[in-house]
Nanobody, 121 residues
Framework: QVHLVESGGGLVQPGGSLRLSCAAS????????MGWYRQAPGKERELVAT???????NYADSVKGRFTISRENAKNAMFLQMNSLKPDDTAVYYC???????????????WGRGTQVTVSA
C-alpha cells in the first residue's frame, strides 16, 4: 500500500506565495516520476508540473516562471513552490507518483487526495 499526502494549501491573496508538499509513505521500493496536477471547479484535471527521479522538470505554460517543482528522494517527498499566484490558480492540487512496490516491479500510478488552493482578495 502506498499513500500520498498533500499539505500546504490555503487561502492567499493575488500575488502571494504558497509551498505545497507531498509525502509518500508505505511499501515503497522506488519513486519514479512525480507530478502536480490541479482541478478547478467545472474543469478537467490538468498537469501543473512533473519531475523525474533525475530532476528533469516540465511545466504547464500557464505556470512557467512562477512555479517551481522539486523533490527530495531520500525523504520520498515532492514540493511545489508557487509564487505570483493568480485567481486562475485556484483549484484542488493533487500529487501523483509512479511507484515501485515489493508486490509490483512495474511502476504503479498513485494519487493523493488533494489540497485546496484558493487565490482571492
Amino acid at each position: 500500500q502506498v499513500h500520498l499526502v498533500e499539505s500546504g494549501g490555503g487561502l492567499v491573496q493575488p500575488g502571494g506565495s504558497l509551498r505545497l508538499s507531498c509525502a509518500a509513505s508505505g511499501s515503497i521500493v522506488s519513486l519514479y516520476a512525480m507530478g502536480w496536477y490541479r482541478q478547478a471547479p467545472g474543469k478537467e484535471r490538468e498537469l501543473v508540473a512533473t519531475i523525474t527521479k533525475g530532476d528533469d522538470t516540465n511545466y504547464a505554460d500557464s505556470v512557467k516562471g512562477r512555479f517551481t517543482i522539486s523533490r527530495e528522494n531520500a525523504k520520498n517527498a515532492m514540493f511545489l513552490q508557487m509564487n505570483s499566484l493568480k485567481p486562475d490558480d485556484t483549484a484542488v492540487y493533487y500529487c501523483n507518483a509512479f511507484v515501485i512496490t515489493p508486490q509490483n516491479l512495474k511502476p504503479g500510478d498513485y494519487w493523493g487526495r488533494g489540497t485546496q488552493v484558493t487565490v482571492s482578495a
